[in-house]
């Protein structure tokens, strides 16, 4: 198993991509804090998962809130006493026009997917740095990189989350911390429902794949990027796309 006994926080693991790397995670001999906002969706899929033999826990969190971060960090350490992998992968969209983007929705998402970001790596950090080992991998996103119409806010903080990957891995290399990110193209999860078909349809005309991409194959990118196969990985940003970004 590519992942025995590993203590992982993957964040927003109660759906989506999380979800489904909170499982690949587990199958590979992990143990996962699922670190979630939404308890109630989050402690079913925990039932599920022990139900099928996973060492996961849910912790509740909102990865925008510093001291809700903080508790969720001590509870991991408490129960498991150690972390080895952080995998930001909580994300939020509130798509708009510039020109219809409220404050209140810009600074939402900068928030979630870019403080959160900081909040979560900066509060592991103490147990990782005693460790003298450890694993960071942050969600970017194809918008972030290449733009994309709708997305001022989100776009921004995916942008943002490549300098942060490439600081921290300047910043922590020589700690033995390995900082990497993964930048998904279009995947098939509910922040991909709930754009308009019309919208969908030109997107896909991106991609040279021709097709959405599933939540196991970001998961497979995180595992790569958390297992000793990319031991000398280190400040690289992995497009995951079908092709869009080459
Ligand atoms: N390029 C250029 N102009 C565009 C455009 C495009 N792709 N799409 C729309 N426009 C223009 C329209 O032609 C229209 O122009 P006029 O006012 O001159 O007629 C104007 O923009 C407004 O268009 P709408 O009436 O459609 O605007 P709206 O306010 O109803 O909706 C929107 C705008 C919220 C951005 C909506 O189009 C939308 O939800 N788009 C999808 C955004 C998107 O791609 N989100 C990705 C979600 S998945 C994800 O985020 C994961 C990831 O990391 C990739
Ligand atoms: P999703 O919407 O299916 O799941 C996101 C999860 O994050 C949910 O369980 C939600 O409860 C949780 N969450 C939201 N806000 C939170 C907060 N403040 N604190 C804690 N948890 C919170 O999203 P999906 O598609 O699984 O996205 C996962 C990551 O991948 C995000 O960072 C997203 O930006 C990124 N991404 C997704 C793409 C896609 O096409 N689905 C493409 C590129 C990047």
């Known amino acids: 198993m590519r992942l025995q006994d590993k203590v992982a926080i993957i964040t927003g693991a109660a ?4 979800l489904t790397a909170t499982e690949v995670f587990a199958r590979e001999g992990a143990k996962v ?19 099928a033999g996973y060492e996961v826990t849910f912790f509740q969190v909102n990865v925008a809130d510093r001291q809700s971060v903080d508790e969720m960090v001590d509870k991991v350490l408490a129960a498991y006493g150690k972390i080895d992998i952080l995998i930001n992968n909580a994300g939020i969209t509130r ?7 409220s404050v209140e929705d810009f600074e939402a998402v900068l928030d979630v997917n870019l403080t959160g970001v900081f909040h979560c790596t900066q509060a592991v ?3 990782m740095i005693a460790n003298g080992r450890g694993r960071i991998i942050n969600t970017s996103s194809v918008s972030g990189v290449y733009g994309n119409v709708g997305q001022t806010n989100y776009a921004a903080t995916k942008a943002g989350i490549v300098g942060m990957t490439k600081t921290w891995a300047k910043e922590l290399g020589r700690k033995g911390i390995n900082v990497n990110a993964v930048a998904p193209g279009f995947i098939e999860t509910g922040m991909t429902a709930k754009v308009p078909e019309k919208v969908l349809a030109q997107m896909m005309q991106m991609v040279p794949l021709a097709r959405l991409g599933k939540p196991e194959d970001i998961a497979n990118a995180y595992l790569f990027l958390a297992s000793d196969e990319s031991n000398y990985v280190n400040g690289t940003v992995l497009h995951v796309d079908g092709g869009i970004m080459m």
Do not use: C, H, T, Y
């Open 33 to 51: 804090a699922m670190a979630d906002f939404n308890v109630e969706q989050g402690e079913e899929q925990v039932r599920e998962l022990r139900q």
């Open 15 to 18: 759906g989506g991509i999380g």
């Open 95 to 101: 798509d708009a026009m510039l020109s219809k983007l």
């Open 125 to 127: 950090l103490p147990a």
